[in-house]
């Protein structure tokens, strides 16, 4: 079939600030909807997420990346006994967990000063 290769998303490509900018909101956003749902599979939130952002899945994890780190999330494998220390390892068939206690507020991620660019 001609034209099917135009109904197959593109990966977006970012310049360094749309990057840096997406993955900062997503990173204040994200954890905040999975302490409103409590559990949720990873594949669940991406799908969600597919029609509010040009982020595909590497971005989403890289913004999730300091919430798991600090365990202000978990993601743990489908067996629930795998633990994810970073965002960056998160495997598709995860389940993103909001821990018991939840903190009292998100760190937002760093952003790069002038002088690193």
Do not use: C, W
């Not at 594949?43 to 202000?72: C, H, P």
Request: overall charge negative.
């Amino acid at each position: 079939m001609t034209g099917q290769h135009d109904l197959l998303l593109d990966e977006h490509h970012f310049d360094d600030a749309t990057d840096d900018r997406v993955r900062g909101e997503l990173s204040e956003l994200l954890p905040k909807q999975v302490y409103e749902v409590e559990r949720q599979p990873f594949l669940g939130l991406m799908s969600g997420l597919t029609n509010y952002t040009m982020a595909d899945e590497f971005r989403v994890k890289q913004a999730l990346d300091i919430a798991v780190a600090t365990g202000d999330l978990l993601a743990v494998g489908k067996d629930g006994k795998t633990r994810r220390r970073k965002g960056t390892s998160i495997k598709s068939s995860d389940i993103l967990i909001a821990p018991p206690q939840s903190p009292i507020f998100f760190v937002p991620q760093l952003k790069k000063s002038s002088s690193e660019n």
